[in-house]
C-alpha cells in the first residue's frame, strides 16, 4: 500500500492553522490582518481542492471505476465550502464580525466532517488502489500553491 496522499493529509492540518488565524483577526476586529489571513488561507484551500478534483480524483475513478461515489460526495462538498468562504469574505468586506463568525463556525464544521472523510475513507481507498508512481500528489500539490488553479 502506498502513502501517495500523505501531503494532503498535511496540508489539511495548514489550512486549518490560516482558517483560525482568519478567525482570530475577524473576532478581534483586525480585519486588514483578517483580510490577508483570509486570502491565504482561500489559496492554499483551493490549491487543496484543485489538487483533489483535478489529479488525485480522476486517478482514483479511472482506478476503480468508481466515478459516482465518494468523490462525487467530495466535489459536491468543496463546492459547499467555496461558497461559504464566499459568505465569509462578503462578511469582511462588510467589517460584520456577527455574520463571520456564524459562517466561519459553519465552514469550520463542514470541513472537520469532510476532513474526517477524507483521511478515514476516501485518502485509505486511494492509497490502496493507486500504485505509488500513477500520480504524485505532492508534486501536483505543490504546483498549484507557486500557480493559479484552473477551475
Not at 487543496?48 to 480522476?58: G, K, N, R, W
Not at 492509497?127 to 505543490?142: E, F, I, M, N, Y
Amino acid at each position: 500500500m502506498t502513502n501517495l496522499t500523505q501531503p494532503l493529509h498535511d496540508h489539511h492540518k495548514h489550512c486549518d492553522e490560516l482558517f483560525a488565524a482568519a478567525e482570530a483577526d475577524a473576532h478581534g476586529n483586525k480585519w486588514d490582518s483578517c483580510e490577508d489571513a483570509l486570502t491565504r488561507f482561500r489559496e492554499e484551500l483551493e490549491a487543496h481542492f484543485c489538487t483533489e478534483e483535478q489529479v488525485l480524483f480522476p486517478a482514483f475513478e479511472t482506478a476503480t471505476g468508481m466515478a459516482g461515489g465518494p468523490t462525487q460526495m467530495m466535489r459536491f462538498e468543496h463546492a459547499q465550502m467555496r461558497d461559504l468562504i464566499g459568505q465569509l469574505s462578503a462578511a469582511l468586506a462588510a467589517r460584520d464580525r456577527d455574520a463571520f463568525a456564524g459562517t466561519a463556525e459553519t465552514l469550520l464544521i463542514m470541513m472537520q466532517q469532510h476532513n474526517m472523510k477524507e483521511e478515514n475513507i476516501l485518502y485509505p481507498m486511494c492509497d490502496r488502489s493507486l500504485p505509488s508512481d500513477t500520480v504524485d500528489v505532492a508534486g501536483a500539490l505543490k504546483q498549484r500553491l507557486e500557480a493559479e488553479c484552473l477551475v
